[in-house]
């Protein structure tokens, strides 16, 4: 299984950016999928996190300003990022819970990260 990110790069104050994350691999279903930050020194956090019903949960730093979508026919997960902020800037990491088949229970699979660099 792995999980690919795109969509990172420079953005403006005030600006918007799409992340994107496809899921490829032996997969059966995918359970939660969410976006996760981490800065330079810091421990990685929740962005944002969507389950299999789309309910949604939002880091409050993010509510308002950030939208997180999934396709499950393209085994997908997006972070739409509007109103951006120099403090958004920060490595995006996607993350799902990830049924294989034959499997008892999900696994849970990091992509391998995008920057995102806000400026002022």
């Known amino acids: 299984v792995q999980l690919v990110e795109s969509g990172g790069g420079l953005g403006q104050a005030g600006g918007s950016l799409v992340l994107s994350c496809a899921v490829s691999?032996?997969?059966?279903?995918?359970?939660?999928m969410g976006w996760y930050l981490q800065r330079p020194g810091k421990q990685r956090e929740l962005v944002a996190l969507i389950d299999s019903v789309s309910s949604t949960i939002y880091a409050d730093s993010v509510k308002g300003r950030f939208t997180i979508t999934r396709d499950n026919a393209k085994n997908a997960v997006y972070l739409q990022m509007n109103s951006l902020k120099p403090e958004d800037t920060a490595v995006y990491y996607c993350n799902a819970d990830v049924r294989v088949p034959d499997s008892v229970r999900p696994d849970n699979y990091w992509g391998q990260g995008t920057q995102v660099t806000v400026s002022s």
């Open positions: 691999g032996a997969i059966y279903s995918l359970d939660a």
